[in-house]
Nanobody, 115 residues
Framework: QVHLVESGGGSVQAGGSLRLSCAAS????????MGWYRQAPGKQRELVAS???????NYVDSVKGRFTIARDNAKNTVSLQMNSLRPEDTAVYYC?????????WGQGTQVTVSS
């Protein structure tokens, strides 16, 4: 079993920054991708950013140039640096890890951006 622990959510005014972190632990044989999703009230969960092994980083268009995803493969962690936050970025953010040929989700962390 793989466990994901997220941290770093909170409330910020528009234009501010937050950094999310996610640590994977447990019986990990291999990780093929790490990323972040978000779900706003009344909306479907959407991919925010992903970083597969050896592949290019992917971002949803709305966050390009503002958010940066990073991985530390030695520590099995993934982070999301969020700058120039907007009220429409308000959502619950979920860490997602593809490990041992399965998908794992974090518990979610709330990000609230006020105007």
């Amino acid at each position: 079993q793989v466990h994901l622990v997220e941290s770093g959510g909170g409330s910020v005014q528009a234009g501010g920054s937050l950094r999310l972190s996610c640590a994977a632990s447990g019986n990990i044989f291999s990780i093929t991708a790490m990323g972040w999703y978000r779900q706003a009230p009344g909306k479907q969960r959407e991919l925010v950013a992903s970083m597969p092994n050896g592949g290019s980083t992917n971002y949803v268009d709305s966050v390009k140039g503002r958010f940066t995803i990073a991985r530390d493969n030695a520590k099995n962690t993934v982070s999301l640096q969020m700058n120039s936050l907007r009220p429409e970025d308000t959502a619950v953010y979920y860490c997602n890890v593809d490990a041992n040929f399965r998908h794992y989700w974090g518990q979610g962390t709330q990000v609230t951006v006020s105007s």
